[in-house]
């Protein structure tokens, strides 16, 4: 057994540089460890070895707070390696339960919790030599405001198991709950219970915890240590206790998106401000959670095609959508007026129209933006999230104003500025461009939308309704990331999932996947970064489709349909092993099996009219996809009708479509996109004719 932890002399969490324990005999293994004085808290962790193996323990780091008795100290811990994870700690020390469900808004000072500490210390120095100073830390994580815990134990000073009588513990570091007290060398073996009582009227204890009593005593190695120690040893009862709870938690919840709380306040659309209105439902009915679609800005089309919340154009962006133009506050009032006339004519809609919505909105803010911007952008608060936001804020201004002259998100085709760099942001962005004001009006809207969303977690935290937001697992393939971090993503695949019973023909969601591998050259900042931004609004957060960080579903570009993609990372075929079970005719293997037989199968009497149109004859009787068709995405292209077509011609294009991709997936391998001479078995394929 060893012992890891965060400074030199424990190996920083490092298993070769760890500290190995001595066996004293079953059960009992020890270590003595001398560290130089911290004020920050020292954090450790046990791991055993078996030959090569090493296990750490299950469960959170443990720590170790030294700022007790003097700067010369004796800490003796008495813990017990974890063998399971611990779900109690994972969960509730989490912020959603810390700082809302159970959040503690008056509890006792630090500072306070402090002196009482080096008061104890000083009374065992009095009690004299064998003295010891005992340390309390329980880790209670479903503690109310009202509640306290404390501790009823067989020794005089822990109530003499008269839960009248009952010790408080400090709440100071809530939810883990301390108490240090002097012990008498003649006291060093006592039985207790943990409870929790309403602190205004102690006799009315809430829980009681369940199981034996617990029961500290030292053993006969541990008292030969200590009787060595100059001054009184803290002796810390396990690095934390976990109060034991009779029952498991239960909580409730809403999962609804932000555009469907549509109010009378709205302007067409459910926006931040309506947030409050449902916090104020979930309170009333008992709800502890509140869970929303994505909120990030999906604007690449300028159309309905945007309202998907899962194909966000930058990671950090808040759709404009939800900004509630009245909090905004002193508006003019042409915008006053417009504004009234917009709402009536919006909200009666039995149905969100977002394209008439973001037109109206647009139109609006940008008035507002005109009267208000020389205010704006020099006002401290502006300044400050400027200087929060900027890493991120000035290339999705460009994004947005380069979509906007180029009348497409397709930064391929904008020329020169197909990609960007930092030194070309700080110039094409500088506030004496004659371009400015529309960057001005991207930080004038994220500004206010960033203001609305983070009050309206503080109404859900302060209301203990907590406030869970959505991360979608990819990006649009245009948009602010992959233009200005192109590196970090593998832009010719496409992330989805395999054909399943609900989808035969799998998913193809258009999202690049990641090249974790550079990722992984900055420690994954660009995540990091992501996941924090977060949390500055949401207290909990979903992640979309979590199984993709260990292994997605991935599609070549050329493909719509999620049929030919394999997982990745996947341990291919190679061309050997394929020779040497006498497989050879590779062509026959990854190129789409078509005969005029198949054709007149999957199209009756019109077999002669599709092959005319889409193929021509290779070797022997077979057929291939002529060179205008011979992708997925090329058949889409060409197949593309207007959206005022006849619902019967969409129908028959609909059913040409499908059969040509199924005629196009009719292969037995796929040939891996980045080495030609590995392959991946097509999935389902002894369902094909080509099998």
Request: charged share 25%.
């Amino acid at each position: 057994v060893w012992v890891s932890g965060s400074n030199t002399q424990l190996g920083h969490f490092n298993a070769n540089s760890a500290i190995k324990m001595a066996y004293e005999h079953p059960n009992l293994w020890t270590a003595t460890v001398t560290v130089p004085f911290i004020k920050e808290p020292l954090r450790y962790k046990y791991l055993e070895s078996q030959g090569n193996l090493i296990s750490w323990e299950k469960g959170p780091e443990r720590i170790l707070e030294m700022e007790l008795g003097t700067l010369e100290n004796t800490f003796l811990l008495k813990d017990s390696f974890r063998l399971h994870p611990m779900p109690e700690h994972e969960i509730f020390a989490s912020s959603a339960f810390r700082n809302v469900v159970f959040r503690r808004d008056e509890r006792k000072s630090l500072a306070i919790t402090r002196a009482e500490e080096s008061s104890a210390y000083y009374k065992a120095m009095v009690l004299g030599k064998d003295a010891v100073l005992l340390r309390l830390n329980v880790f209670a994580g479903r503690v109310k405001a009202t509640d306290e815990v404390c501790i009823v134990g067989s020794l005089d000073e822990l109530g003499g198991n008269n839960q009248a009588k009952a010790v408080p513990l400090s709440d100071s570091r809530a939810p883990f709950w301390t108490l240090t007290i002097p012990l008498h060398p003649n006291r060093m073996s006592f039985t207790y219970r943990m409870i929790i009582r309403e602190k205004s009227d102690q006799k009315n204890v809430i829980v009681v915890e369940e199981g034996e009593e617990r029961s500290f005593a030292l053993t006969e190695v541990e008292q030969l240590i200590l009787s060595k120690c100059s001054k009184p040893p803290i002796v810390f009862a396990g690095s934390s206790i976990n109060f034991r709870y009779a029952r498991n938690w239960k909580g409730s919840g809403i999962s609804v998106p932000v555009f469907s709380l549509r109010s009378k306040s709205s302007l067409g659309v459910g926006d931040f401000v309506d947030l409050q209105k449902i916090v104020d439902f979930c309170v009333k009915g008992g709800y502890q959670l509140l869970q929303l679609l994505p909120v990030h800005d999906t604007t690449v089309y300028n159309s309905w095609r945007d309202s998907y919340p899962y194909s966000i154009v930058s990671n950090f962006a808040l759709h404009p959508q939800y900004l509630n133009i009245e909090a905004i506050g002193d508006l003019p009032g042409s915008v006053k007026e417009d504004l009234k006339k917009e709402k009536e004519r919006l909200n009666a809609l039995t149905q969100v129209d977002y394209e008439e919505v973001m037109a109206v909105k647009t139109r609006l803010l940008r008035k507002i933006y005109a009267v208000k911007k020389s205010e704006f952008l020099v006002s401290r608060e502006f300044l400050d999230f400027f200087k929060e936001n900027q890493s991120w804020l000035v290339p999705y201004a460009l994004f947005k104003l380069f979509m906007e002259i180029n009348g497409t998100a397709d930064y391929e085709r904008w020329g020169d500025r197909s990609s960007v760099r930092v030194k070309d942001m700080e110039v094409l962005a500088a506030p004496d461009t004659f371009h400015f004001d529309y960057i001005g009006m991207a930080y004038f809207v994220q500004f206010h939308l960033s203001k609305q969303l983070k009050e309206a977690s503080r109404y859900a935290a302060v209301n203990e309704v907590v406030l869970k937001g959505d991360l979608p697992i990819g990006v649009n393939r245009y948009c602010t990331d992959t233009w200005v971090n192109p590196h970090l993503f593998r832009l010719h695949m496409r992330a989805g999932a395999p054909p399943d019973y609900f989808a035969e023909n799998g998913q193809n969601w258009d999202f690049p996947t990641y090249n974790w591998d550079e990722m992984a050259k900055d420690n994954y900042a660009w995540w990091r970064s992501r996941l924090s931004n977060l949390s500055k609004y949401f207290h909990a957060y979903r992640i979309d489709h979590v199984l993709g960080f260990f292994r997605i579903w991935e599609i070549p570009e050329r493909f719509t349909t999620g049929i030919s993609g394999r997982f990745y990372k996947s341990t291919p075929i190679t061309r050997e092993e394929l020779s040497k079970r006498g497989l050879w005719d590779m062509d026959r293997y990854f190129s789409p099996y078509v005969h005029d037989g198949i054709l007149h199968q999957e199209f009756g009497n019109n077999a002669a009219q599709v092959r005319e149109r889409f193929f021509e004859p290779t070797w022997g009787d077979r057929l291939k996809f002529k060179e205008e068709y011979n992708t997925e995405r090329k058949i889409a292209d060409e197949l593309k009708l207007p959206d005022s077509a006849a619902a019967s011609e969409k129908k028959k294009v609909e059913f040409l479509k499908q059969r040509l991709f199924m005629l196009m997936n009719n292969v037995l391998l796929l040939v891996d996109e980045e080495v030609p001479t590995e392959f991946h078995p097509r999935i389902g394929f002894h369902n094909q004719s080509t099998y």
